[in-house]
T-cell receptor
Framework: NAGVTQTPKFQVLKTGQSMTLQCAQDMNHNSMYWYRQDPGMGLRLIYY???????DKGEVPNGYNVSRLNKREFSLRLESAAPSQTSVYFC???????????FGPGTRLTVL | RKEVEQDPGPFNVPEGATVAFNCTYS??????FFWYRQDCRKEPKLLMS???SGNEDGRFTAQLNRASQYISLLIRDSKLSDSATYLC????????????FGKGTRLSVIA
């Protein structure tokens, strides 16, 4: 079992460029999440998908879109990257809403 | 009051010491609690769930105090490898936030 995988591991973008962060889990979990983590800020929830076919905004959704492609995959898209989106992005999954979450290794994104 | 609050530390302790962290939460209706560990530049990993009666896993003990709305983590016989940031996690009180993560308490175990 790979658990939760994320691609890419590192990315550098220029302001205004777009990109999609990919996340997949092989634990047959129903719920998936995207967080960002900045120094001193802790983890902040961007979007989540409580179950396949649903997505909801978290604490900091502005500038992002998500797609729950199927039960395994949950992608995060930055349409027009801004320097304020420089961060470490973690994807997580859980068996159900409110259950313990398991994290992927993260994507380190720098926007110049 | 913030939903989940932790002392950021750092806690600097010698090897073999016992150290305890507390975490307070604001939602008295919260039912689920967890401790996660995060190493520098790595993802958070589940350390243990916190049960109402308290629970132990080797050198780690977690306690819940509902009356005062806090959870605690006790680490006995600290090892160098315990150096990390420990995140307190509570099921959120908002329909949009399934779990609420504290900002973490940093622990450094010194030889």
């Amino acid at each position: 079992n790979a658990g939760v995988t994320q691609t890419p591991k590192f990315q550098v973008l220029k302001t205004g460029q777009s990109m999609t962060l990919q996340c997949a889990q092989d634990m047959n979990h129903n719920s998936m999440y995207w967080y960002r983590q900045d120094p001193g800020m802790g983890l902040r929830l961007i979007y989540y998908s409580a179950s396949e076919g649903t997505t909801d905004k978290g604490e900091v959704p502005n500038g992002y879109n998500v797609s729950r492609l199927n039960k395994r995959e949950f992608s995060l898209r930055l349409e027009s990257a801004a320097p304020s989106q420089t961060s470490v992005y973690f994807c997580a999954s859980s068996e159900g809403y409110g259950r313990e979450q398991f994290f992927g290794p993260g994507t380190r994104l720098t926007v110049l | 009051r913030k939903e989940v609050e932790q002392d950021p530390g750092p806690f600097n302790v010698p090897e073999g010491a016992t150290v305890a962290f507390n975490c307070t939460y604001s939602n008295s209706a919260s039912q689920s609690f967890f401790w996660y560990r995060q190493d520098c530049r790595k993802e958070p990993k589940l350390l243990m769930s916190v049960y109402s009666s308290g629970n132990e896993d080797g050198r780690f003990t977690a306690q819940l105090n509902r009356a005062s709305q806090y959870i605690s983590l006790l680490i006995r016989d600290s090892k160098l490898s315990d150096s990390a940031t420990y995140l307190c996690v509570v099921v959120g009180d908002s329909g949009n936030t399934p779990l609420v993560f504290g900002k973490g308490t940093r622990l450094s175990v010194i030889a």
